[in-house]
């Protein structure tokens, strides 16, 4: 890997790879961290060009954030682990696991996607006046963030046919992502668990309790 990735960690047991969202840092998952590591050995990574993580020279894409994954597994000694991802970070640990299947024990995906198209019209409309400010601003940075939304990711609802890994899909009930999206994802997913939950995109931090009860006895 060009870079060192940012990471932290907490708590003993079976590895838990815990994937934040475009934009964002590890911090996100405050309120999930303390939960989890009573259990686990929870690992929070700000994905490249995000937190404490440097962008570096490679693609800014979803799938060089996969393998970034794992290269990171590989540093830290990880053969498996549970992975629990949201929003662009459920985008990561999905690809990575239609990849890597072998290394991964189970996923929690909250509000991914496969496609573009299944996000909300309204929010697919502000990321593209966003990206027009941004050009106008020349903020590199923030383009390469909204490109990620616009365009990514490309994941066909057969290839997900193929993952044989314990699954639950999460969103909120008033999510960025369309429900009917985040059911298509449940139902290609063969025996995955949905729960739509009180809440926005961002339920997890917004009100933890009742998403960490649910991953809790999901991953119980």
């Given amino acids: 890997m060009d870079i060192a990735l940012h990471y932290t960690e907490h708590g003993a ?6 994937l934040h969202g475009n934009g964002e840092d590890s911090t996100y998952f405050e309120y999930q961290v303390p939960f989890l590591a009573q259990r686990f050995r929870v690992i929070t990574m700000d994905t490249r060009g995000h937190g404490g993580s440097p962008r570096g020279e490679a693609p800014f894409t979803l799938e060089q954030f996969a393998q970034d994954l794992g290269e990171f ?13 949201f929003s662009d970070g459920a985008n990561v640990a999905l690809l990575f ?12 995906l909250d509000g991914a996607n496969l496609f573009p198209e299944g996000l909300a019209p309204e929010v697919r409309a502000e990321d593209a006046e966003s990206y027009r400010e941004a050009q106008a601003a020349g903020d590199t940075h923030q383009l390469e963030l909204l490109r990620l939304m616009m365009e990514e990711p490309h994941i066909d609802p057969a290839e997900l046919a193929a993952l044989d890994v314990p699954t639950l899909v999460t969103a909120g009930t008033n999510d960025m992502v369309l429900e009917e999206h985040t059911r298509l994802i449940a139902a290609s997913i063969p025996g995955a ?7 926005t995109h961002f339920h997890a931090h917004e009100d933890p309790a009742p998403f960490n009860q649910v991953v809790g006895e999901f991953l119980g």
């Fill in 13 to 18: 047991g079976e590895p838990l790879i815990l």
């Fill in 193 to 199: 668990r949905l729960r739509i939950l009180e809440g």
């Fill in 97 to 108: 696991a239609l990849g890597n299947p072998q290394h991964v024990r189970s996923l929690v």
């Fill in 73 to 85: 597994m590989d540093q830290q000694g990880i053969v498996s682990a549970h992975l629990l991802g």
